[in-house]
C-alpha cells in the first residue's frame, strides 16, 4: 500500500497563492502517476492535475490550466501544486491520488477556500 500526507491548504484572498504537498510513503515504487483532485460542497470530486512518475509529463483540467503547476520530486516521493491567480471557484476540498500499478491510493484531503 502507499499512504499519503497532504499539506499547504489553508484560505487566501482571490487572485492570491498557494502551494499543495502530499508525500507519499510505503510502496512507492510501484508509482506511475500522482494526482490532484477537488471537490467542493455539493459537487461531484473533479480532476484537477497530474503527472507521470518517471517522464514527467502534466495533464491539467482546463479551468485550472495557466494558473496550477503541478510537479514532483522523486526522491522525496512528493508532489505539488502551485496555485496562483486563485479564484472563489477554486474553494474545494483538495486531494493528492497515487496511481499505482496495484491501484490507486488517496489522501485526506486538505481544504482551500478562496474570498473574493
Known amino acids: 500500500q502507499v499512504q499519503l500526507v497532504e499539506s499547504g491548504g489553508g484560505s487566501v484572498q482571490a487572485g492570491g497563492s498557494l502551494r499543495l504537498s502530499c508525500a507519499a510513503s510505503g510502496r512507492t515504487f510501484s508509482i506511475y502517476a500522482m494526482g490532484w483532485f477537488r471537490q467542493a460542497p455539493g459537487k461531484d470530486r473533479e480532476f484537477v492535475a497530474a503527472?507521470?512518475?518517471?517522464?514527467?509529463?502534466?495533464r491539467y483540467a482546463d479551468s485550472v490550466k495557466g494558473r496550477f503547476t503541478i510537479s514532483r520530486d522523486n526522491a522525496k516521493n512528493m508532489v505539488y501544486l502551485q496555485m496562483n491567480s486563485l479564484k472563489p471557484e477554486d474553494t474545494a476540498a483538495y486531494y493528492c491520488?497515487?496511481?499505482?500499478?496495484?491501484?490507486?491510493?488517496w489522501g485526506q484531503g486538505t481544504q482551500v477556500t478562496v474570498s473574493s
Open positions: 503527472i507521470t512518475w518517471t517522464t514527467g509529463n502534466t
Open positions: 491520488v497515487v496511481f499505482t500499478y496495484r491501484g490507486e491510493y
